[in-house]
């Protein structure tokens, strides 16, 4: 079984509700029309489709109508999606969505805070051949914030974490706008360390010990309550899916409960752990993202895909 996490950059559909980015006003000044919006579904179905995973989950989906014309985009060209989710927030202009092959048991979306700023994150439990496992679809703040808005998604996530059973199964991914090592790389960033060295991703998380060490595959099995960040079964110079500045970040993550390495039922497949990287993907290096011109007036051009790569995983019973 394959588990995958892609942010799409801003899949906006073609109704006015008034919480678009204005270069995805329908029908507007940036030229965001029918015929531009269906390159943009054909070519985010084209990355789905190659990732061909069994669970995929989604950030930056406006509406459950771009979803659900993401799925007929997808049926076209030949990948089927029985169940899905979406999850929006309050006012919130992008929002997390989830595609499976597998059964649906429950949904539930958990809000960070009731404001703008915040997405909720997504909650799905789906059944894998008669096992459930939890997946928890994350979009954080982004850094042109500070660490502790990020970390106000940290704390609902392992609220809810804390409330389920000591043996179940549970996979977080999506956009953290984190680093796997967020709390080294941030140290010297006046802009983002307000909290004292404290991280989401990494302290309330529990990626790492009680020393500041990361959490191996291999002590995850005995650890109590830390979580393993799949960055960790990558080439340390391929732990990137974002580049800004020209520099590779790791801000998508997948991270996983003891439960899926403790040689039972459900478990991760060591080393399976990948970003997706075709060709077609990277220009001058970088993620060919979505492409606006850069002269006035400024419109979109109908190329390109995201600013970030899918990345995925496999895991067996």
Not at 65 to 80: F, I, P, S
Not at 188 to 194: E, F, I, V
């Amino acid at each position: 079984m394959k588990i995958a996490s892609y942010n799409v950059e801003n899949l906006f559909d073609m109704n006015r509700d008034g919480n678009e980015y204005e270069e995805y006003t329908p029908n507007g000044d940036w030229g965001w029309t029918q015929d531009i919006y269906r390159i943009k579904l054909k070519n985010t179905a084209q990355v789905i489709r190659a990732v061909n995973a069994d669970i995929i989950a989604l950030q930056e989906i406006e509406s459950e109508v771009a979803l659900k014309d993401l799925k007929t985009e997808l049926n076209r060209q030949g990948l089927y999606y029985q169940y899905y989710l979406f999850a929006r927030g309050k006012k919130s202009s992008v929002n997390t969505a989830i595609l499976s092959r597998y059964p649906i048991q429950s949904g539930l979306k958990h809000p960070v805070s009731y404001t703008r700023k915040y997405r909720d994150i997504l909650e799905a439990k789906i059944d894998i051949n008669g096992q459930s496992l939890r997946v928890f679809v994350n979009h954080w703040k982004s850094k042109s914030g500070p660490e502790s808005e990020r970390i106000l998604s940290a704390k609902r996530l392992i609220y809810r974490l804390n409330e389920l059973s000591e043996n179940e199964p549970f996979v977080l991914l999506g956009d953290f706008n984190s680093h796997y090592e967020e709390y080294k790389t941030f140290l010297k960033s006046r802009k983002h360390n307000d909290t004292e060295g404290i991280t989401g991703i990494n302290h309330i998380l529990k990626t790492i010990d009680d020393e500041g060490n990361p959490i191996t595959y291999a002590s995850l099995k005995n650890s109590d309550g830390h979580l393993y960040n799949l960055w960790y079964d990558v080439d340390e110079k391929q732990r990137w899916s974002h580049k800004y500045k020209g520099k590779g970040e790791a801000l998508d993550n997948m991270i996983i409960s003891s439960a899926l390495a403790d040689g039972e039922g459900l478990e991760y497949v060591r080393g399976s752990f990948q970003r997706f990287e075709a060709d077609y993907l990277f220009y001058k290096g970088k993620p060919y993202r979505w492409q606006h011109s850069k002269t006035h007036p400024k419109h979109h051009l109908g190329e390109g895909y995201s600013d970030h790569l899918p990345i995925y995983a496999l895991f067996r019973m």
